[in-house]
């Protein structure tokens, strides 16, 4: 016996995703997808229930569109839950991915899934069928609900607690930077007591949850009273930390822009005719940089993730007008000791490096580089 639930189909270039909704409820002892919680993105095509496997066709949730900038709607990220499915075989069909951003990302991807939203593992089951734009994987589930993600998130709710960790310490000052455009703060931390001013941001593209699980990871032993290397730091400089550089991103599941469709992470300065930073576009780049230009700045590290890169590898700031030998020098020292004493990084992969004069400055860690390393203003 087979039961098909349809609903009106969203236009591939659509902006807006009122059509489709983003939870279905199949009735009792039916399957049921929601994707209407902190970071979800999923919306409902059509769920075909037969006997021996349930079939659904489901779609990525498009962002506003970027203008300025990127000029597109963003799509990639994913986060929903199914329930009601134990020893049952659902077949799930993410029927336009081949429109996603990063299309290519999809080869040898394997979707990220968890029982209890803390322990995560891959499907193996996951392909992408390159011809059709589909992005399918087939799970048998030990539990009677099971949340499914393009990785594993780190959820506004989470970040919430990594502030309120953080500010307990007393080690660790919070301050609020300003609010964004759906009123959330824009939390900064800072650490140390040493004359060197390092900046370290996060998160300017949403979708990219294991730049915040690098954060928490480096606030952990930041504040680790016991952590011998963090101790050293804190004596030597002085850290500046948004943890979150989008949170509006982070709590509507976007991949790459904020609540307005800005792509942060081309709003570090004025390009052509184009005027950024703004209050009324990204406040989030606005309230940081005026902290970076009053405080000043030694080094400053942007963390990100990459949808087509299997590898974890550093991007330099080649290309910027003042990008000098010793800047370059500094640069591969940092590299290769990072590289030694963790085995997850290497110098093989990456982004290479711009030609001279040619950095888009619009960039964070162009802009950066720019006008603040050293403390001078240019």
């Not at 989008?246 to 976007?254: A, I, K, L, Q």
Request: glycine share 8%; proline share 4%; aromatic share 12%.
């Amino acid at each position: 016996m087979t039961s098909v639930v349809e609903f009106p189909k969203q236009s591939s270039n659509s902006s807006s995703s009122s059509s489709l909704p983003s939870a279905y409820q199949g009735g009792k002892d039916g399957i049921s997808i929601n994707a209407n919680f902190d970071s979800g993105n999923i919306l409902i095509e059509n769920v075909d229930q037969q006997s021996n496997v349930i079939i659904a066709n489901l779609r990525l949730r498009s962002e506003p569109f970027t203008e300025g900038t990127d000029k597109r709607c963003h799509a990639q990220w994913f986060y929903f839950r199914s329930s009601q499915i134990k020893d049952r075989t659902i077949h799930y069909r993410i029927v336009n991915a081949g429109e996603s951003s990063y299309p290519t990302g999809w080869k040898n991807y394997k979707t990220c899934a968890s029982y209890d939203r803390e322990n995560w593992f891959r499907i193996q089951k996951t392909d992408y069928d390159e011809t059709k734009g589909v992005l399918e994987w087939k799970h048998s589930s030990a539990q009677d609900t099971v949340w499914f993600a393009y990785f594993a998130p780190y959820t506004y709710e989470r970040h919430q607690q990594l502030i309120a960790n953080s500010a307990m310490s007393p080690l660790c000052s919070l301050r609020v930077l300003g609010l964004t455009l759906d009123l959330h703060p824009i939390d900064y931390l800072i650490v140390g007591e040493g004359p060197k001013k390092i900046w370290v941001n996060a998160r300017v593209h949403p979708g990219e949850s294991m730049a915040e699980w690098f954060m928490e990871g480096l606030i952990g032993a930041l504040l680790d009273e016991t952590n011998e290397a963090g101790q050293l730091l804190r004596q030597q400089a002085t850290i500046h930390m948004v943890p979150n550089m989008n949170p509006d991103g982070t709590v509507r599941g976007h991949l790459r822009t904020n609540a307005a469709g800005a792509n942060l992470n081309r709003e570090w300065c004025s390009t052509g005719e184009y005027k950024a930073p703004s209050l009324e576009r990204s406040p989030e780049v606005f309230h940081v940089l005026n902290q970076v230009k009053l405080v000043g700045c030694d080094a400053y590290v942007d963390v990100h993730g990459d949808e087509e890169i299997e590898a974890n590898f550093f991007a330099d700031c080649a290309g910027c007008p003042n990008w000098s030998p010793r800047l370059k020098n500094l640069f591969d020292q940092f590299s290769d000791a990072y590289c030694e004493v963790s085995k997850d990084f290497q110098r093989g992969k990456g982004y290479g490096s711009d030609e001279p004069g040619k950095a888009n400055l619009a960039i964070v860690r162009k802009y950066s580089i720019f006008l603040y390393i050293n403390g001078h203003s240019l």
